[in-house]
């Protein structure tokens, strides 16, 4: 997925980076504005906003006069940079360290949890609304390249796979209109630094940094244990992201 943003700071990098200190940088409409779907006023409309509307900013650097933003009810787009007055930054909250998965439904609950240190090493993290910080998913591997790949997962340039999965019934309510629509149906997720990265601005986040999730052939029944998220561009689809483990189950 490259994705082309001018570079963040190292300290800000850091705070959204890392899991145990994150905040959200908060803004409000000083006028009426349009949110629109990307960086440009001929871009479509998502939504109108009016003065005095609180948003969220997705990343805290403006691309081309515009803040990409998440409004109070979930709405993600771009707004122009002159038409919000960025609030001071809270001070950072620091969270439990671990976190432990969320059971199963039907399934018990899993003896496992989530790796925090993998946040670190995720591109672009800014990018990625979390909705979960740590959940279980059950359901079959499926080929989310066509055939033109053996594993069944695109290779992306920042690294990470783009892989499919055909969530089991009783986890449908995780899909929105972008899986549905622009990902077969199925669950994305993405085990990160797992192949070559070819993206330079990429690089960084996977220096010093090796994979060692499994990834189980296409057709197998799985448990993915990972980040939900939505991811903000593209098809603003759902992923786990990044993925601590696959495990292969009945």
Known sequence: MKIHFPRISICILFLLACPFSIWAQQATTN?????????????PVVEHLHKGARVTLVDLNPDSGFYHVRTEDDQVGWVSAKAVTVSQAPPPVTPT??????????????????????????YHPARLIQKQSCIAVTGTMVDATKGSQPDG?????????HGWLNVDAEFKNLLN?????????NLVFEIICRFPVTQPDAQS????????????????????????????FHGQWMEIHPVTSITVIP
Do not use: K, W
């Open 153 to 161: 997962v695109r290779h992306e340039a920042d690294g990470d796979t």
């Open 177 to 185: 209109a972008g899986n549905i629509n622009d990902e077969g149906g």
């Open 31 to 43: 006028r009426s504005v349009i949110l629109r779907r990307d960086p440009s006023t001929s871009s």
């Open 97 to 122: 360290p671990t976190t432990p998965v969320s059971p199963t439904p039907g399934r018990g609950p899993v003896d496992t949890t989530c790796d925090p240190g993998l946040q670190a090493h995720v």
């Open 205 to 232: 986040a996977c220096q010093g940094f090796t994979d060692h999730v499994n990834l189980p052939p296409v057709g197998s029944h799985v448990r993915i244990v990972g980040t939900y998220v939505q991811d903000t």
